[in-house]
Structures are given as C-alpha cells and as structure tokens.
C-alpha cells in the first residue's frame, strides 16, 4: 500500500520569526549605547594628545632664555596666551573645529609653545599661566561637546615648577565628564 504523505513545508512559523526579531532587538538595544561610548571613548585620545602637545611647548618656553628690548635676562616663566578657539567645536561643519585656526597663527604664546592643531579637532584647547621663576605655573584643558547638548567633556593639565629643583612637574590628568 502506498502512503500518501503530508507536505512538509519548509520554513519558519511567525512565532520563530518574531523571537529571533526580539532577539536582535534586544541585542541592538545593548550594542548600539555600548558603540557610541566606545567612540566617544576613542575620541578622548585627542584631548590628551593636546594637552601633551601644549604641556611640551610651555616647558620647552620656560626653560629656554628670553631676553628684553635690551638683552636682559627675563626671569623664568611659562608663556601667557592672550586668545583662545571662541566657538564650540560641535557648532561647526562636521561638529569639529577646523584646522590651522588664525588664533595659534596669530598669538604670540600659542607661537611661543609651537602650538597648532593641523587637523580637524574636537576638543578646544584653552591655555592660562601666571608667576615667574619656581612661583610659575600653567593650566591647560581640554574642552569639547561630542553630540552637542552643552554638556563638556573636559580634562586639565596643571603644570608648576618644583622650588628646589627648578623643574616642571605635572598632576595627572583631570577629567570630567569624560565621555560627556
């Protein structure tokens, strides 16, 4: 006797379907928050960079001998920068501020630490120093708004001068709002 048999059919049932798009949908709500602080981690590395930038032009200014109108031996200190990036950079095309800003080509101290961003950046750097000889110190950050909701990411460097040895030191960097 021949059977005849059911046709199989060959597929998913909706219920299969729907727990693997429940799946993916829970899997896609843990990823993509993960991701996007994993970029903004990444993008943390050029604000250090630029502190590092402007940490070695400020030593390399104070250690080196300047020299008044007249040929006097000005006392040691770190360069003082009169202007700064004025915009956030997020406000800009591409939410980065541009490159080779006229302010570091401009400034006398930014030019004195041989300081210029050649890229696109997303961190501003703002610079201050005040005092001569061991009293000296300077401060520079960091600061960017990565998605724009003014809220900063910001990291400082304080850099003095040890009284005994007459060398630059620095803390470690201090964050805040790190991945904003």
């Given at each position: ?21 429940a ?6 709500a843990?990823?993509?928050?993960a ?15 630029t ?17 008044d ?7 040691k200190?770190f ?10 950079c ?12 006229a302010?570091?080509?401009?400034d ?5 630490m041989?300081?210029?961003?050649a ?20 401060t ?14 910001q990291?400082?460097r304080?850099?003095q ?11 470690n960097?201090v ?6």
């Amino acid at each position: 006797m021949i059977r005849k048999g059911r046709k199989q059919n060959a597929g998913f049932t909706l219920v299969e379907l729907m727990i693997v798009v429940a799946i993916i949908g829970i899997l896609a709500a843990v990823a993509i928050p993960a991701f996007s602080r994993y970029i903004k981690k990444s993008r943390t590395a050029e604000a250090s960079q630029t502190l590092n930038k402007i940490w070695t032009g400020a030593v390399s200014y104070y250690e080196a001998d300047h020299n008044d109108a007249t040929g006097t031996i000005l006392p040691k200190q770190f360069p003082t920068v009169a202007a700064s990036e004025a915009a956030k950079c997020c406000t800009q095309a591409g939410m980065k501020c541009p490159a080779n800003s006229a302010v570091y080509d401009t400034d006398a101290g930014w030019q004195a630490m041989n300081f210029n961003l050649a890229e696109a950046h997303y961190y501003r750097p703002l610079y201050s120093s005040a005092g001569v000889s061991t009293a000296s110190n300077f401060t520079a950050e960091a600061e960017g708004d990565l998605d724009c909701d003014n809220t900063l990411a910001q990291f400082r460097r304080i850099g003095q001068i040890n009284a005994t040895t007459g060398d630059a030191y620095s803390f470690n960097t201090v964050l805040g709002n790190e991945i904003e």
